[in-house]
Protein backbone atom coordinates (compact mmCIF):
# COMPACT_ATOMS: atom_id res chain seq x y z
CA UNK A 1 0.00 0.00 0.00
CA UNK A 2 0.83 3.19 -0.70
CA UNK A 3 2.14 5.97 2.20
CA UNK A 4 0.57 9.42 1.72
CA UNK A 5 4.41 10.88 2.26
CA UNK A 6 5.35 8.88 -1.25
CA UNK A 7 2.79 10.24 -3.46
CA UNK A 8 4.02 13.08 -5.85
CA UNK A 9 2.73 16.70 -6.02
CA UNK A 10 2.51 16.03 -9.41
CA UNK A 11 -0.59 14.12 -11.07
CA UNK A 12 -1.06 11.72 -12.61
CA UNK A 13 1.88 9.96 -11.93
CA UNK A 14 2.34 6.42 -11.31
CA UNK A 15 3.87 5.13 -8.58
CA UNK A 16 5.96 1.98 -8.65
CA UNK A 17 6.81 -0.14 -5.64
CA UNK A 18 10.09 -1.58 -6.18
CA UNK A 19 10.03 -4.09 -2.79
CA UNK A 20 7.47 -5.81 -4.33
CA UNK A 21 9.30 -6.31 -7.70
CA UNK A 22 11.86 -7.47 -5.95
CA UNK A 23 9.85 -10.18 -4.21
CA UNK A 24 7.89 -10.98 -7.03
CA UNK A 25 11.13 -11.19 -9.48
CA UNK A 26 12.44 -13.94 -6.55
CA UNK A 27 9.40 -15.71 -6.74
CA UNK A 28 10.23 -16.49 -10.17
CA UNK A 29 13.29 -17.56 -9.59
CA UNK A 30 12.62 -19.46 -6.34
CA UNK A 31 10.32 -21.92 -8.66
CA UNK A 32 12.65 -22.75 -11.68
CA UNK A 33 15.80 -23.15 -10.06
CA UNK A 34 16.91 -26.19 -10.33
CA UNK A 35 14.70 -26.45 -13.52
CA UNK A 36 16.40 -25.82 -16.89
CA UNK A 37 14.01 -22.87 -17.31
CA UNK A 38 14.80 -19.63 -18.81
CA UNK A 39 12.58 -17.13 -18.14
CA UNK A 40 11.88 -13.75 -20.13
CA UNK A 41 10.52 -10.77 -19.14
CA UNK A 42 8.42 -8.94 -21.89
CA UNK A 43 9.44 -5.70 -22.45
CA UNK A 44 6.40 -4.09 -23.87
CA UNK A 45 4.64 -4.71 -20.36
CA UNK A 46 6.32 -1.65 -18.48
CA UNK A 47 9.87 -0.27 -19.77
CA UNK A 48 10.49 2.35 -17.32
CA UNK A 49 14.30 2.16 -17.21
CA UNK A 50 14.37 1.41 -13.59
CA UNK A 51 12.35 -1.27 -13.81
CA UNK A 52 14.22 -2.59 -16.70
CA UNK A 53 17.32 -2.35 -15.13
CA UNK A 54 16.20 -4.05 -11.98
CA UNK A 55 15.14 -6.64 -14.04
CA UNK A 56 18.01 -7.11 -16.20
CA UNK A 57 20.28 -7.53 -12.94
CA UNK A 58 18.38 -10.18 -11.61
CA UNK A 59 19.45 -12.32 -13.92
CA UNK A 60 16.53 -12.88 -16.30
CA UNK A 61 16.11 -12.48 -20.13
CA UNK A 62 13.91 -10.33 -22.29
CA UNK A 63 11.19 -10.43 -24.57
CA UNK A 64 11.08 -7.58 -27.43
CA UNK A 65 8.37 -6.40 -29.95
CA UNK A 66 10.44 -3.55 -31.30
CA UNK A 67 13.97 -1.76 -31.76
CA UNK A 68 13.72 0.46 -30.04
CA UNK A 69 12.74 -2.38 -27.05
CA UNK A 70 15.67 -3.79 -28.21
CA UNK A 71 17.47 -0.71 -27.88
CA UNK A 72 15.95 -0.35 -24.20
CA UNK A 73 17.19 -3.96 -23.56
CA UNK A 74 20.63 -3.50 -24.24
CA UNK A 75 21.11 -0.33 -22.61
CA UNK A 76 18.95 -1.20 -19.03
CA UNK A 77 21.57 -4.50 -19.50
CA UNK A 78 19.67 -7.28 -20.96
CA UNK A 79 22.58 -9.94 -22.24
CA UNK A 80 21.89 -10.09 -26.32
CA UNK A 81 21.74 -14.08 -25.66
CA UNK A 82 19.20 -13.95 -23.70
CA UNK A 83 16.84 -11.67 -25.88
CA UNK A 84 14.00 -13.19 -27.66
CA UNK A 85 12.20 -10.92 -30.33
CA UNK A 86 8.54 -11.59 -31.11
CA UNK A 87 6.12 -9.64 -33.72
CA UNK A 88 4.45 -10.38 -36.68
CA UNK A 89 5.31 -7.33 -38.75
CA UNK A 90 9.38 -6.54 -38.03
CA UNK A 91 11.32 -4.42 -40.35
CA UNK A 92 14.27 -5.18 -41.97
CA UNK A 93 15.77 -2.82 -39.28
CA UNK A 94 14.80 -4.22 -36.54
CA UNK A 95 15.92 -7.63 -37.80
CA UNK A 96 19.54 -6.02 -38.75
CA UNK A 97 19.78 -4.93 -35.30
CA UNK A 98 18.75 -8.53 -33.97
CA UNK A 99 21.57 -10.34 -36.41
CA UNK A 100 24.36 -7.69 -35.57
CA UNK A 101 23.34 -7.93 -31.98
CA UNK A 102 23.47 -11.66 -32.13
CA UNK A 103 20.39 -12.24 -30.05
CA UNK A 104 19.22 -15.76 -28.51
CA UNK A 105 16.43 -16.03 -31.25
CA UNK A 106 13.68 -14.05 -33.80
CA UNK A 107 10.12 -16.03 -33.12
CA UNK A 108 9.21 -15.99 -36.91
CA UNK A 109 5.41 -15.35 -37.22
CA UNK A 110 5.51 -16.40 -41.24
CA UNK A 111 6.88 -17.78 -44.04
CA UNK A 112 7.82 -14.61 -45.78
CA UNK A 113 9.48 -13.31 -42.60
CA UNK A 114 11.72 -16.39 -42.30
CA UNK A 115 12.77 -15.74 -45.71
CA UNK A 116 13.23 -12.26 -45.15
CA UNK A 117 15.85 -12.73 -41.93
CA UNK A 118 17.94 -15.25 -43.92
CA UNK A 119 18.37 -13.11 -46.69
CA UNK A 120 19.65 -10.27 -44.06
CA UNK A 121 21.40 -12.78 -42.08
CA UNK A 122 23.53 -13.94 -45.84
CA UNK A 123 24.05 -10.15 -46.40
CA UNK A 124 25.44 -9.95 -43.05
CA UNK A 125 27.22 -12.87 -42.79
CA UNK A 126 25.95 -13.86 -39.82
CA UNK A 127 23.73 -16.60 -38.22
CA UNK A 128 20.47 -15.98 -37.16
CA UNK A 129 18.83 -18.10 -34.48
CA UNK A 130 14.84 -18.51 -34.54
CA UNK A 131 12.09 -20.34 -33.59
CA UNK A 132 8.98 -20.84 -35.21
CA UNK A 133 5.97 -19.04 -33.56
CA UNK A 134 3.08 -21.62 -33.59
CA UNK A 135 -0.98 -20.90 -33.66
CA UNK A 136 -1.57 -23.96 -31.87
CA UNK A 137 -5.59 -23.48 -32.01
CA UNK A 138 -6.17 -23.06 -28.34
CA UNK A 139 -8.52 -21.04 -26.80
CA UNK A 140 -7.01 -19.03 -23.09
CA UNK A 141 -10.79 -18.11 -22.58
CA UNK A 142 -9.52 -14.17 -21.70
CA UNK A 143 -10.34 -10.80 -23.47
CA UNK A 144 -10.93 -10.94 -27.67
CA UNK A 145 -8.10 -8.43 -27.71
CA UNK A 146 -5.43 -10.70 -25.29
CA UNK A 147 -6.27 -14.00 -27.07
CA UNK A 148 -3.46 -14.36 -29.28
CA UNK A 149 -3.33 -18.69 -29.45
CA UNK A 150 -6.40 -19.55 -32.00
CA UNK A 151 -6.99 -19.59 -35.55
CA UNK A 152 -8.23 -16.45 -36.87
CA UNK A 153 -5.35 -14.69 -34.51
CA UNK A 154 -2.92 -13.05 -36.62
CA UNK A 155 -0.23 -14.62 -34.57
CA UNK A 156 2.03 -18.00 -35.17
CA UNK A 157 2.56 -20.64 -37.79
CA UNK A 158 -1.14 -22.54 -38.30
CA UNK A 159 -0.66 -25.94 -37.47
CA UNK A 160 -1.26 -27.74 -40.98
CA UNK A 161 1.87 -25.74 -42.07
CA UNK A 162 4.19 -25.91 -39.67
CA UNK A 163 5.94 -28.98 -40.62
CA UNK A 164 6.66 -26.91 -44.13
CA UNK A 165 8.39 -23.99 -42.19
CA UNK A 166 10.32 -26.19 -40.13
CA UNK A 167 11.73 -27.56 -43.16
CA UNK A 168 12.49 -24.62 -44.42
CA UNK A 169 13.99 -23.34 -41.64
CA UNK A 170 16.22 -26.06 -41.25
CA UNK A 171 17.18 -26.01 -45.08
CA UNK A 172 17.86 -21.99 -45.44
CA UNK A 173 21.23 -20.50 -44.97
CA UNK A 174 22.23 -18.50 -42.06
CA UNK A 175 19.57 -19.75 -39.95
CA UNK A 176 19.44 -21.87 -36.80
CA UNK A 177 16.11 -23.18 -35.82
CA UNK A 178 16.52 -23.56 -31.97
CA UNK A 179 12.79 -24.55 -31.56
CA UNK A 180 9.13 -23.87 -31.18
CA UNK A 181 7.74 -20.83 -29.92
CA UNK A 182 3.85 -20.76 -27.99
CA UNK A 183 1.74 -17.82 -26.56
CA UNK A 184 -1.29 -18.24 -26.33
CA UNK A 185 -2.87 -15.09 -24.86
CA UNK A 186 -2.52 -12.87 -21.51
CA UNK A 187 -4.76 -12.42 -17.89
CA UNK A 188 -4.85 -16.24 -18.38
CA UNK A 189 -6.80 -17.29 -14.81
CA UNK A 190 -7.40 -20.57 -15.37
CA UNK A 191 -4.53 -23.70 -15.64
CA UNK A 192 -6.21 -25.61 -17.99
CA UNK A 193 -4.81 -23.39 -21.51
CA UNK A 194 -1.56 -24.50 -20.18
CA UNK A 195 -2.43 -28.19 -19.73
CA UNK A 196 -3.76 -28.02 -23.09
CA UNK A 197 -0.28 -26.49 -24.28
CA UNK A 198 1.65 -28.65 -22.96
CA UNK A 199 -0.32 -31.89 -24.36
CA UNK A 200 0.27 -30.16 -27.57
CA UNK A 201 4.11 -29.60 -27.02
CA UNK A 202 4.38 -33.18 -26.39
CA UNK A 203 2.30 -34.04 -29.43
CA UNK A 204 4.46 -31.61 -31.94
CA UNK A 205 7.67 -33.16 -30.37
CA UNK A 206 6.77 -36.95 -30.75
CA UNK A 207 6.04 -35.76 -34.67
CA UNK A 208 9.13 -33.95 -35.34
CA UNK A 209 11.31 -36.63 -33.38
CA UNK A 210 9.95 -39.55 -35.43
CA UNK A 211 10.64 -37.91 -38.47
CA UNK A 212 14.35 -36.77 -36.78
CA UNK A 213 14.04 -33.77 -36.54
CA UNK A 214 15.02 -32.33 -32.21
CA UNK A 215 14.77 -28.98 -31.26
CA UNK A 216 16.98 -27.13 -28.61
CA UNK A 217 14.25 -25.68 -26.88
CA UNK A 218 10.55 -24.80 -26.62
CA UNK A 219 9.32 -21.54 -25.60
CA UNK A 220 5.74 -21.51 -24.48
CA UNK A 221 4.87 -17.75 -23.66
CA UNK A 222 3.42 -15.58 -20.82
CA UNK A 223 -0.10 -14.68 -20.45
CA UNK A 224 -0.32 -15.65 -16.66
CA UNK A 225 -2.50 -13.39 -15.25
CA UNK A 226 -2.97 -11.09 -12.12
CA UNK A 227 -5.81 -10.66 -9.31
CA UNK A 228 -6.84 -7.36 -10.19
CA UNK A 229 -9.80 -7.25 -7.54
CA UNK A 230 -7.38 -8.48 -4.73
CA UNK A 231 -4.37 -6.75 -5.15
CA UNK A 232 -3.37 -6.73 -2.15
CA UNK A 233 -4.35 -10.75 -0.79
CA UNK A 234 -2.81 -11.41 -4.06
CA UNK A 235 -0.12 -9.17 -4.71
CA UNK A 236 2.14 -11.76 -6.13
CA UNK A 237 0.90 -14.04 -8.62
CA UNK A 238 0.56 -17.73 -8.74
CA UNK A 239 3.77 -18.65 -9.95
CA UNK A 240 4.21 -22.29 -8.38
CA UNK A 241 0.74 -23.52 -9.59
CA UNK A 242 1.61 -22.21 -12.99
CA UNK A 243 4.90 -23.81 -13.18
CA UNK A 244 3.76 -26.95 -11.71
CA UNK A 245 1.54 -27.24 -14.34
CA UNK A 246 4.57 -27.69 -17.02
CA UNK A 247 6.65 -29.81 -14.52
CA UNK A 248 4.31 -32.42 -14.59
CA UNK A 249 2.68 -32.36 -18.12
CA UNK A 250 5.45 -30.93 -20.23
CA UNK A 251 8.01 -33.86 -21.40
CA UNK A 252 11.31 -31.71 -22.13
CA UNK A 253 13.65 -33.89 -24.01
CA UNK A 254 17.48 -34.78 -22.52
CA UNK A 255 19.63 -31.49 -22.71
CA UNK A 256 16.60 -29.24 -23.96
CA UNK A 257 15.60 -26.05 -22.20
CA UNK A 258 12.56 -24.81 -21.48
CA UNK A 259 11.61 -20.94 -21.94
CA UNK A 260 8.84 -18.18 -20.43
CA UNK A 261 8.02 -14.90 -21.37
CA UNK A 262 6.12 -13.03 -18.49
CA UNK A 263 4.56 -9.51 -18.86
CA UNK A 264 2.08 -8.90 -16.84
CA UNK A 265 2.58 -10.97 -14.25
CA UNK A 266 5.96 -9.71 -13.12
CA UNK A 267 5.22 -5.80 -12.97
CA UNK A 268 0.97 -5.16 -13.28
CA UNK A 269 0.74 -5.51 -9.12
CA UNK A 270 3.98 -3.44 -8.53
CA UNK A 271 2.30 -0.41 -10.33
CA UNK A 272 -0.06 2.49 -8.65
CA UNK A 273 -1.77 5.28 -10.89
CA UNK A 274 -2.06 8.27 -8.11
CA UNK A 275 -4.52 10.67 -9.57
CA UNK A 276 -6.41 14.29 -8.15
CA UNK A 277 -9.92 15.06 -7.92
CA UNK A 278 -10.37 17.53 -10.02
CA UNK A 279 -14.44 18.32 -9.73
CA UNK A 280 -17.17 16.19 -8.15
CA UNK A 281 -20.30 16.69 -10.66
CA UNK A 282 -23.66 15.95 -9.65
CA UNK A 283 -26.32 15.60 -12.21
CA UNK A 284 -29.04 14.76 -9.97
CA UNK A 285 -29.30 11.26 -10.66
CA UNK A 286 -25.47 10.48 -10.74
CA UNK A 287 -22.18 11.95 -9.35
CA UNK A 288 -19.14 11.86 -11.15
CA UNK A 289 -15.37 12.14 -10.03
CA UNK A 290 -13.86 14.02 -12.35
CA UNK A 291 -10.17 12.90 -11.92
CA UNK A 292 -7.28 14.31 -13.64
CA UNK A 293 -6.25 10.83 -15.18
CA UNK A 294 -7.74 9.27 -18.23
CA UNK A 295 -7.63 6.74 -20.84
CA UNK A 296 -4.64 8.66 -21.73
CA UNK A 297 -2.44 7.56 -19.15
CA UNK A 298 -4.39 4.12 -18.46
CA UNK A 299 -6.20 2.83 -21.58
CA UNK A 300 -6.90 -0.61 -19.75
CA UNK A 301 -10.84 -0.09 -18.96
CA UNK A 302 -11.78 1.59 -22.06
CA UNK A 303 -9.92 -0.66 -24.32
CA UNK A 304 -10.07 -4.38 -22.79
CA UNK A 305 -13.10 -3.03 -20.52
CA UNK A 306 -11.29 -3.98 -17.28
CA UNK A 307 -11.81 -2.70 -14.04
CA UNK A 308 -8.62 -1.78 -11.53
CA UNK A 309 -9.70 -1.20 -7.91
CA UNK A 310 -10.51 2.25 -6.69
CA UNK A 311 -9.50 3.94 -3.44
CA UNK A 312 -9.60 7.39 -2.23
CA UNK A 313 -6.69 7.32 -0.10
CA UNK A 314 -7.11 10.97 1.46
CA UNK A 315 -11.17 11.05 2.57
CA UNK A 316 -11.56 10.53 6.17
CA UNK A 317 -15.01 10.20 5.85
CA UNK A 318 -16.75 7.21 6.80
CA UNK A 319 -19.90 7.79 4.88
CA UNK A 320 -19.87 5.62 1.54
CA UNK A 321 -21.55 7.39 -2.11
CA UNK A 322 -21.87 5.59 -5.23
CA UNK A 323 -19.74 7.74 -8.12
CA UNK A 324 -18.86 6.93 -11.64
CA UNK A 325 -15.12 7.62 -11.90
CA UNK A 326 -14.50 9.29 -15.06
CA UNK A 327 -11.18 11.02 -17.02
CA UNK A 328 -11.18 14.48 -18.42
CA UNK A 329 -10.66 12.97 -21.94
CA UNK A 330 -13.00 13.62 -24.72
CA UNK A 331 -14.63 10.17 -25.07
CA UNK A 332 -17.62 8.57 -23.25
CA UNK A 333 -15.06 5.63 -22.94
CA UNK A 334 -12.93 7.60 -20.39
CA UNK A 335 -14.73 6.01 -17.59
CA UNK A 336 -12.66 3.76 -15.12
CA UNK A 337 -15.67 2.59 -13.42
CA UNK A 338 -19.24 2.92 -12.66
CA UNK A 339 -21.31 2.82 -9.02
CA UNK A 340 -17.60 2.78 -7.49
CA UNK A 341 -18.32 3.02 -2.89
CA UNK A 342 -16.07 5.80 -2.30
CA UNK A 343 -15.94 7.27 1.07
CA UNK A 344 -17.59 11.06 0.33
CA UNK A 345 -15.19 12.82 -1.98
CA UNK A 346 -14.09 15.74 -2.94
CA UNK A 347 -12.10 17.81 -4.83
CA UNK A 348 -8.54 17.99 -3.91
CA UNK A 349 -8.83 14.21 -2.81
CA UNK A 350 -6.15 11.24 -4.21
CA UNK A 351 -6.96 8.36 -5.81
CA UNK A 352 -5.19 5.59 -6.06
CA UNK A 353 -5.77 3.06 -9.58
CA UNK A 354 -4.64 -0.24 -8.22
CA UNK A 355 -2.98 -2.98 -10.46
CA UNK A 356 -1.63 -0.38 -13.18
CA UNK A 357 1.97 -1.19 -13.31
CA UNK A 358 1.53 -3.24 -16.66
CA UNK A 359 0.27 -1.98 -20.02
CA UNK A 360 -0.71 1.22 -17.84
CA UNK A 361 2.48 3.76 -18.47
CA UNK A 362 3.67 1.69 -21.00
CA UNK A 363 0.08 2.36 -23.37
CA UNK A 364 -0.02 5.63 -22.46
CA UNK A 365 -0.75 8.24 -25.15
CA UNK A 366 -1.09 12.16 -25.79
CA UNK A 367 -4.40 12.24 -27.16
CA UNK A 368 -6.19 15.35 -26.31
CA UNK A 369 -2.47 16.14 -26.53
CA UNK A 370 -2.12 15.55 -22.48
CA UNK A 371 1.48 15.74 -21.37
CA UNK A 372 2.64 12.01 -20.51
CA UNK A 373 2.20 10.78 -16.95
CA UNK A 374 4.85 11.20 -14.82
CA UNK A 375 6.36 7.94 -12.66
CA UNK A 376 8.49 7.34 -9.70
CA UNK A 377 9.81 4.48 -8.09
CA UNK A 378 9.80 3.88 -3.90
C1 LIG B 1 3.03 -9.71 -24.71
C2 LIG B 1 3.77 -10.97 -24.85
C3 LIG B 1 4.14 -11.69 -23.72
C4 LIG B 1 3.78 -11.29 -22.32
O1 LIG B 1 2.40 -11.46 -22.07
P1 LIG B 1 1.86 -11.26 -20.57
O2 LIG B 1 0.41 -11.59 -20.69
O3 LIG B 1 2.07 -9.85 -20.19
O4 LIG B 1 2.57 -12.21 -19.69
C5 LIG B 1 4.88 -12.85 -23.91
N1 LIG B 1 5.23 -13.27 -25.15
C6 LIG B 1 4.87 -12.59 -26.26
C7 LIG B 1 5.29 -13.11 -27.58
C8 LIG B 1 4.13 -11.44 -26.15
O5 LIG B 1 3.77 -10.78 -27.25
Do not use: W
Not at 136 to 158: C, D, L, R, S
Not at 334 to 362: C, H, K, N, W
Amino acid sequence: MIDLHDIPSATPCYVYDMGLLRNTIAEVKRNIEGFPYDVHYAIKANYVPIILGEIAASGLGADLVSGPELHAALEAGFKPTRLAFSGVGKTDDEIIAGIDNGIFCFNVESFPELQNISNLAVSRGLTANVAIRVNPNINAHTHKYVTTGVAENKFGINLNLLDKIVDMALELPYIHLRGLHFHIGSQIMTKRPYKLLCDKVNELQDRFNARGIEFEMINVGGGLGVDYDNPDEHAIPDFEGFFNVFKQYLNLRAGQRLHFEFGRSIVAQCGTLISRVLYIKDNGNKKFVILDAGMTDLIRPALYQSHHIIENITSASRHIESYDVVGPVCESGDVFGRDEQLPITQRGDIIAIRTAGAYGESMASCYNMRALPRHCCI
